[in-house]
């Protein structure tokens, strides 16, 4: 199956495996990639990512790692093994948890793409400031890619508020997920630094993961063919 050229990437944000499957069994998995989060996978685990790739779907599996360097490189081999197209792990993880996880995806010849989560979606610049960090969200977005980059993985997690500033820092071909994505007419929720689909596009995000925009609409394709054709509009 071709790589599909959409940057969307929904997120299977699904208790059980049979509401997550039914999901991607809508979607077309030349349109669009899907995503493997905390809840499910602790639910089924890799059962979930096995179902997914017998459908067709290219799977990030978005675990956040952040543990010591050799077991984040361990956890990401794991992942690779699984055959999925994208992991990630936490940037404060560190220079040498990113390198080594780095190394040994190349030491294994394994091509799935590595990214660091810089700062959270849900933040802003006060909460994150009670966790010690002083300045802005935008500030350590741009330390924690940089160091990202330095480490050797492909990409970042950021907001999209975040993506011009960091293809200029960075360089086109480093990756931007972005989460955080709300069509105009949707609440933020939990979400902090977010923008609408188009405006991420327009600001280089490469990939937008979008969940209970779809996952909670009451016709979740009319939502995705919603998203489609406003970015379709750009085009
Ligand atoms: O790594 C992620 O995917 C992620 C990082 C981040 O900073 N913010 C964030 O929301 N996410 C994930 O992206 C998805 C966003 O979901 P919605 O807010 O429902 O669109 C969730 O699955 C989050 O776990």
């Known amino acids: ?137 935008l500030a350590q977005v741009e330390r924690l890619a940089t160091l990202t980059l330095e480490s050797g993985l492909d990409g970042v997690v950021c907001s999209a508020r975040e993506s011009a500033r960091l293809r200029e820092l960075c360089g086109a071909g480093f990756l931007r997920v972005t989460p955080g994505i709300r069509p105009a007419s949707a609440g933020q929720g939990d979400q902090r630094r977010v923008m609408t689909p188009d405006a991420a596009m327009a600001a280089g995000s490469t990939h937008l993961v979008i969940g209970r925009a779809v996952t909670q609409a009451a016709d979740p394709m009319a939502a995705l063919a919603d998203i489609e054709r406003t970015l379709a509009r750009r085009s």
């Open 1 to 137: 199956m071709p790589a599909p050229e959409s940057p969307l990437i929904i997120a299977l944000d699904y208790a059980d495996l049979g509401a997550a499957l039914q999901l991607a069994d809508a979607l077309d998995p030349a349109r669009c990639r899907v995503k493997v989060g905390k809840e499910l996978f602790t639910r089924v685990g890799p059962v979930a990512v096995e179902a997914l790739h017998r459908r067709g779907f290219q799977v990030f599996l978005d675990l956040k790692f952040h543990d010591i360097p050799n077991t984040v490189a361990g956890a990401v081999e794991a992942a690779a093994d699984q055959g999925v197209w994208m992991v990630n792990v936490h940037a404060s993880g560190g220079r040498r948890m990113m390198e080594a996880s780095a190394e040994r995806l190349a030491k294994r010849g394994l091509e799935t793409h590595l990214i660091a989560v810089t700062v959270l979606t849900s933040m802003a610049d006060g909460e994150l400031q009670e966790t010690g960090v002083s300045g802005s969200a």
